[in-house]
């Protein structure tokens, strides 16, 4: 975010505390009769027997700075006897609400004007709390602070992502300031040291200085007691995700066994995952047990974080590792290699003899190491690869029953084929040229098998499935009737427009699109539709002129990546369909509308082509 953009952010935010702050309500009876005054952001009120009899309204929040604020009425009594009331709002430094009726004083009510942080809003960890309560799992990942942490549209990111966005930018000092504020609390725990503590805290991103604060708090000797009472003061009242995660990172830096289950509870969202993981390893008897635990109870980021700090100091966690610890929700290539070494892969497929169970997680783990495009550590930085893939192939011969099972099979029959520059590398690093020759003599039997391409086959008449569809275009079948078939029976399933786009027959996509523009809800777009259109549109600058309404489509839905595509095809082609006045309307609704600096720069260049 730029320096500009990160100033409008918190100058929203300061807005909306300031709101929350100021917006009060007094209510008065005075004879019988009911004095109401509300304050707000941006307007006053007087109201007299529920009828509003004067407002002042503000066209700024800025004109706050304007110290007072009147409203006048007239309220006429049962003896037909009328009195004014006149009413006094605002001030700097304190708040104050006075009421007259006439020149007798009815109320003269102020207030400090002290924004703390943490009030009116949402508190994180109750928030979480209800959910476990509730339904023993995090239903709603989406945290109570994401309207102050995000602009509105603006994606949001998966809990636990953003950790491993560290924010780079220098902030020296700033973990020591911060404890020394967090000690001052200690010893005064009040109001207006905790929110020095708290502002301080959300001034910065905890993640990248977490390592930095864990090792200096374990330089004090601060008494533990006070340590734990301030860290679970902030566990209450945080409604900012940092401040979470400062907390919990104190917290664990001390004896917190009696405080394991919050933790854990805070954990179970994947936002905390790593940090409560930490905690735990650090301050409680059995931690690693706690990690596992943990480890079983997500399933995204935060698994992820669990399972990396996960100590395979029990064959149970072993067995864990290879059979469960490796399929995550985000990508399974961020964990293999770290299960496949730390569950001892290579001993566990060296018996005999194995499990269904171990065969479906070893096939898991091998899958993922093939896909060495994703992680940093693939299946060229596994050092028992050769071995692995070896007993694998052995194992095959009983497990592999099913189009499922045979797919890693398939997988490894790729990997060996591999270009030839590429295998001379290896054969110079860490592969054996007789390991080589006898993993593609034991896979070659499978390959020759010809019950795969009719298990293929019967698998894409009963559904869609991406596994079955790899296996029918490796055995060179055609299958592009059984793809249009399966969309007659699922119109809105994205991964078989996919399919049909990749096969690049132009005929093939001229009838998908006819199918799409007859199937699809053009006018308004679901989700999974605007999937399969993206899939659509970012493949037709080679197919001139086809899916023009769907490039119409495209450029009014309110997304901005299918936008950016139609815009783009529109660019390749003929200026004969951007000119069309349909496709034109909507180009110079773009051009004035979007906020996307590059969708308006396409959208003028092509008014202008």
Request: charged share 30%; hydrophobic share 35%; glycine share 4%.
């Amino acid at each position: 975010m730029s320096f500009k953009a990160d100033f409008k952010h918190e100058i929203r935010n300061v807005i909306k505390d300031v709101e929350k702050e100021i917006n009060k309500t007094w209510k008065i009876e005075y004879k019988g009769h009911f004095i109401e005054i509300t304050n707000q952001i941006k307007e006053e009120q007087l109201i007299i027997d529920g009828v509003t009899v004067d407002k002042k309204q503000r066209k700024s929040v800025l004109s706050h700075i304007i110290p007072y604020s009147k409203l006048s009425g007239i309220l006429e009594l049962q003896d037909g006897t009328k009195h004014k009331v006149s009413v006094k709002l605002g001030g700097y430094v304190r708040f104050r609400c006075m009421v007259k009726v006439d020149h007798e004083t009815v109320l003269d009510e102020s207030m400090k004007i002290d924004f703390l942080p943490w009030d009116y809003k949402e508190k994180i960890v109750p928030f979480i709390q209800q959910q476990i309560q509730s339904h023993h799992k995090i239903v709603d990942d989406r945290l109570p602070d994401e309207d102050y942490l995000f602009d509105e549209n603006e994606p949001r990111l998966a809990p636990g992502l953003s950790d491993y966005y560290v924010d780079e930018r220098p902030a020296p000092f700033y973990v020591k300031k911060l404890l020394k504020l967090f000690e001052i609390q200690l010893n005064h725990p009040t109001n207006e040291t905790r929110k020095k503590t708290y502002e301080k805290i959300i001034s910065n991103n905890m993640a990248g200085r977490s390592s930095e604060l864990i090792e200096r708090f374990q330089q004090t000797q601060w008494d533990e007691s006070r340590v734990q009472q301030e860290a679970l003061w902030l566990l209450e009242h945080a409604a900012h995700r940092d401040v979470v995660k400062f907390a919990v990172m104190i917290l664990g830096c001390t004896n917190c066994e009696k405080y394991k289950e919050l933790l854990f509870t805070i954990g179970m969202h994947e936002e905390f995952t790593s940090y409560v993981v930490i905690a735990l390893k650090n301050g409680t008897i059995q931690g690693n047990e706690h990690v596992w635990r943990l480890a079983k109870s997500v399933d995204g980021w935060g698994k992820i974080s669990a399972v990396e700090q996960l100590e395979a100091s029990t064959p149970e966690i072993k067995r864990w590792l290879l059979t469960k610890g490796c399929e995550n929700t985000i990508m399974n290539e961020y964990l293999a290699y770290t299960c496949a070494l730390n569950g001892d892969l290579e001993t566990a497929l060296s018996e005999d003899k194995i499990s269904k169970e171990l065969y479906d997680g070893a096939s898991l783990i091998i899958q993922a190491l093939l896909e060495d495009e994703v992680s940093i550590y693939g299946i060229d930085e596994y050092s028992n690869a050769s071995s692995v893939l070896c007993r694998f192939i052995h194992h095959a011969h009983k497990h592999c029953q099913t189009i499922e099972d045979f797919y890693p099979i398939l997988k490894i029959n790729e990997f060996l084929n591999d270009d030839q520059e590429i295998w001379e590398d290896r054969l110079n690093d860490s592969w054996k040229q007789d390991d080589y020759k006898a993993i593609q003599e034991a896979v070659q039997p499978f390959i020759n098998d010809s019950r795969w391409p009719k298990l293929a086959i019967d698998s894409l008449h009963q559904g869609f499935s991406s596994q079955a569809l790899e296996i029918a275009l490796f055995y060179r079948l055609d299958v592009i009737e059984h793809l249009f078939a399966l969309l007659e029976k699922d119109p809105a399933n994205s991964e078989i427009y996919y399919a049909v786009m990749d096969t690049n027959h132009h005929q093939h996509i001229r009838e998908l699109c006819t199918f799409a523009e007859a199937h699809l809800s053009l006018s308004s777009l679901s989700d999974d539709e605007v999937a399969c259109l993206q899939y659509i549109v970012q493949d037709l600058y080679e197919h001139e002129g086809v899916g023009l309404p769907l490039i119409q489509a495209a450029l009014r839905s309110d997304d901005g990546n299918l936008q950016y595509h139609a815009l783009s095809v529109l660019k390749e082609w003929s200026p004969l369909y951007s000119q069309q006045a349909g496709t034109r309307e909507l180009i110079e609704h773009i051009a004035v509308k979007t906020k996307d600096k590059e969708d308006r720069k396409l959208a003028k260049y092509l008014l202008k082509k």
